[in-house]
């Protein structure tokens, strides 16, 4: 398995993406080749162009990124080849348009039309012979890792469950190892056999090629065979905490199976002063950018708003911050003036009548937020991070969540990993979920993660699975 932000990702879909970077650029070379055969001089000329691998790089970068927002890099989203022949025509003809317009824009990245027809021609081949050939490759010889459970109760059931669910990370669970006295009756999970107890695990581990270990006891004292476990270690195999292991299957922090001892002691939560200034100077500069190059849409949302209902074209609301301040949240109004008139503060829901017409459409685009870019420049907020909540419902939540008000230790977001992987929350059960999705931002808080999560709420505005 492979981590990526302390996230498993799907070894295929890494070396699918690694490997179609370094084919599409061949094919660029190739096309050049094509477009100059027979003339070597002109050949070597056009490669030794100051700019040429300024082309190269948008050529190659934004094919790429449209590869990935067609979910091309997703293995368990495309299983079948139509699908993947379909999203791959949708992929190069959106990387087509966008190259079209980035050369509109900065002429001096063209790459000539000969050059660029030959090219697109030489990337559809090689992703396709490419896809092909690593199909069966990979159902031959794809590195299987094999994981053992240590454990028999509900946190291990939960690992297995989360583990069946990544089929993608080609892991297979030889079983568990029950560690309980002899006298005590455990039923055994159902996913896999039972293989022995804790006296059996270096026997286990050897026969069944045991390269990954996750220790799953709710209670660990007296029972965890700690120098087995040490011997295998020194051995070269991975020994993982089942809150580890299901917080990278899944992305988030199972507040159900965190221990306080887990904060303490596990990798992540770093955020040093360097780090914390040079995202606050990309927030400015990320800022300013989105803001001016927004400001076209927002004049015509503006008017769009005024249009459909009375009231104001803004709306400003209160929303807790960095560490526990209040601020005033910018949004263009989704909302009928009187939507909290008679209840209050309340949750918003699927299909919420207080929404108006051009709300709902605001909403799923997420462009009632566009104006929280002023946020993102006067220090309120952060382009990524936790949502801001209402002091209302912060209220509530940090007497029914534990661990709450850790949200509140970095700027809240105008996206976040939560907002890209959960939609807006409804109740405290969603909150609690979503709490889940800002403790694993927070321990694994980096540049490269915020760009990822910029990327993800790209491909989710585009595909209008914003807001309810």
């Given at each position: 398995?492979?981590?990526?932000?302390?996230?498993?990702?799907?070894?295929?879909?890494?070396v699918?993406?690694?490997?179609?970077?370094?084919?599409i650029?061949?094919?660029?070379?190739?096309?050049?080749?094509?477009?100059?055969?027979?003339?070597?001089?002109?050949?070597?000329?056009?490669?030794?162009?100051?700019?040429?691998?300024?082309?190269?790089i948008?050529?190659?970068?934004?094919?790429?990124?449209?590869?990935?927002?067609?979910?091309?890099?997703?293995?368990?989203a495309?299983?079948?080849?139509?699908?993947?022949?379909?999203?791959?025509?949708?992929?190069?003809?959106?990387?087509?348009?966008?190259?079209?317009?980035?050369?509109?824009?900065?002429?001096?990245?063209?790459i000539?039309?000969?050059?660029?027809?030959?090219?697109?021609?030489?990337?559809?081949?090689?992703?396709?012979?490419?896809?092909?050939?690593?199909?069966?490759?990979?159902?031959?010889?794809?590195?299987?890792?094999?994981m053992?459970?240590?454990?028999?109760?509900?946190?291990?059931?939960?690992?297995?469950?989360?583990?069946?669910v990544?089929?993608?990370?080609?892991?297979?669970?030889?079983?568990?190892?029950?560690?309980?006295?002899?006298?005590?009756s455990?039923?055994?999970?159902?996913?896999?056999?039972?293989?022995g107890?804790?006296?059996?695990?270096?026997?286990?581990?050897?026969?069944?090629s045991?390269?990954?270990?996750?220790?799953?006891?709710?209670?660990?004292r007296?029972?965890?065979?700690?120098?087995?476990?040490?011997?295998?270690?020194?051995?070269?195999?991975?020994?993982?905490?089942?809150?580890?292991?299901?917080?990278?299957?899944?992305?988030?922090?199972?507040?159900?199976?965190?221990?306080?001892g887990?904060?303490?002691?596990?990798?992540?939560?770093?955020?040093?002063?360097?780090?914390?200034?040079?995202?606050?100077?990309?927030?400015?500069?990320?800022?300013?950018?989105?803001?001016?190059?927004?400001?076209?849409?927002?004049?015509?949302?503006?008017?769009?708003?005024?249009?459909d209902?009375?009231?104001?074209?803004?709306?400003?609301?209160?929303?807790?911050g960095?560490?526990?301040?209040?601020?005033?949240?910018?949004?263009?109004?989704?909302?009928?003036v009187?939507?909290?008139?008679?209840?209050?503060?309340?949750?918003?829901?699927?299909?919420?009548?207080r929404?108006?017409?051009?709300?709902?459409?605001l909403?799923?685009?997420?462009?009632?937020?566009?104006?929280?870019?002023?946020?993102?420049?006067?220090?309120?907020?952060?382009?990524?991070?936790?949502?801001?909540?209402?002091?209302?419902?912060?209220?509530?939540l940090r007497?029914?969540?534990?661990?709450?008000?850790?949200?509140?230790?970095?700027?809240?977001?105008?996206?976040?990993?939560?907002?890209?992987?959960?939609p807006?929350?409804?109740?405290?059960?969603?909150?609690?979920?979503?709490?889940?999705?800002?403790?694993?931002?927070?321990?694994?808080?980096?540049?490269?993660?915020?760009?990822?999560?910029?990327?993800?709420?790209v491909?989710?505005?585009?595909?209008?699975?914003?807001?309810?």
């Amino acid at each position: 398995m492979i981590r990526l932000f302390n996230k498993y990702v799907s070894p295929k879909g890494f070396v699918l993406a690694m490997l179609e970077a370094w084919l599409i650029t061949i094919a660029l070379l190739a096309a050049v080749r094509i477009r100059f055969w027979g003339n070597t001089a002109g050949f070597e000329s056009y490669l030794a162009m100051p700019g040429f691998a300024f082309q190269a790089i948008a050529f190659v970068g934004i094919l790429q990124i449209c590869l990935y927002y067609c979910d091309l890099y997703d293995v368990a989203a495309l299983r079948q080849r139509v699908d993947q022949l379909l999203a791959l025509g949708q992929s190069i003809g959106s990387g087509c348009l966008l190259l079209g317009l980035l050369y509109f824009v900065f002429p001096d990245l063209v790459i000539g039309r000969g050059v660029f027809f030959i090219g697109v021609a030489f990337v559809i081949f090689v992703i396709l012979l490419n896809r092909t050939l690593l199909d069966r490759v990979w159902h031959m010889a794809a590195p299987m890792e094999t994981m053992l459970i240590i454990g028999t109760g509900k946190l291990a059931e939960t690992v297995a469950e989360e583990l069946a669910v990544r089929s993608d990370l080609s892991v297979r669970l030889a079983g568990f190892l029950r560690v309980h006295p002899p006298q005590i009756s455990v039923q055994s999970p159902p996913q896999a056999p039972v293989l022995g107890c804790g006296d059996d695990l270096i026997d286990v581990v050897t026969a069944q090629s045991v390269s990954r270990i996750v220790v799953a006891l709710e209670d660990r004292r007296g029972v965890l065979p700690t120098r087995d476990l040490v011997r295998l270690r020194v051995q070269g195999i991975r020994v993982e905490d089942a809150t580890s292991t299901i917080s990278s299957l899944t992305g988030r922090v199972w507040l159900e199976t965190v221990r306080p001892g887990w904060f303490v002691f596990s990798d992540g939560f770093r955020r040093s002063k360097l780090t914390l200034l040079i995202k606050r100077i990309l927030d400015l500069v990320w800022g300013v950018i989105g803001l001016t190059l927004s400001l076209p849409i927002m004049v015509i949302v503006a008017i769009a708003v005024r249009l459909d209902s009375k009231g104001p074209i803004l709306y400003r609301q209160s929303r807790v911050g960095l560490r526990g301040a209040c601020f005033k949240v910018l949004k263009f109004r989704s909302m009928r003036v009187d939507a909290e008139a008679a209840k209050g503060a309340q949750w918003a829901v699927d299909h919420d009548p207080r929404v108006t017409r051009v709300g709902r459409f605001l909403r799923k685009y997420r462009f009632d937020e566009l104006p929280q870019f002023i946020n993102v420049i006067r220090g309120e907020m952060s382009f990524v991070g936790p949502r801001p909540e209402r002091p209302e419902f912060v209220e509530v939540l940090r007497k029914e969540i534990s661990y709450y008000d850790e949200r509140h230790s970095v700027r809240p977001g105008l996206t976040g990993w939560a907002q890209v992987r959960y939609p807006y929350g409804s109740n405290v059960a969603d909150a609690i979920r979503k709490l889940e999705y800002d403790l694993f931002y927070l321990k694994n808080m980096s540049f490269f993660f915020d760009c990822a999560i910029i990327l993800d709420t790209v491909q989710i505005v585009l595909n209008g699975k914003g807001g309810k």
